[in-house]
């Protein structure tokens, strides 16, 4: 029997990080940031924000459009830094894990 909340058997998301203002070093931008893990980090831009970031706006006078910009490196340097220091923390997914039932013979 699966603890899964899905007939397909997926585990539900148990992550439960809660996303922090993170301001931008460079322009003082505020996003809203998550971290999962070193590697894997979710990003919540506004229009305000991006707007005000320093380097969307570089990118866009060079011709670029917002939705096609990868991000700003600033800002990850930003965020880096506010999870090395503790003020965004790195919360990783716990799933729920059960024991097989005995199979007996």
Do not use: H, N
Not at 2 to 23: I, K, M, T
């Amino acid at each position: 029997m699966s603890s899964s909340p899905y007939a397909d058997g997926r585990l539900a998301d148990e992550r439960r990080a809660v996303a922090r203002e993170v301001r931008c070093a460079r322009c003082a931008t505020v996003v809203l940031a998550a971290k999962f893990s070193p590697q894997q980090t979710s990003v919540q831009w506004t229009a305000d924000a991006v707007r005000a970031c320093a380097e969307f706006a570089a990118r866009v006078a060079g011709g670029q459009q917002t939705a096609l910009i990868d991000g700003c490196a600033s800002l990850r340097a930003s965020i880096d830094a506010a999870a090395r220091d503790g003020r965004l923390p790195v919360v990783s997914p716990v799933p729920e894990i059960t024991a097989p039932e005995a199979v007996t013979r």
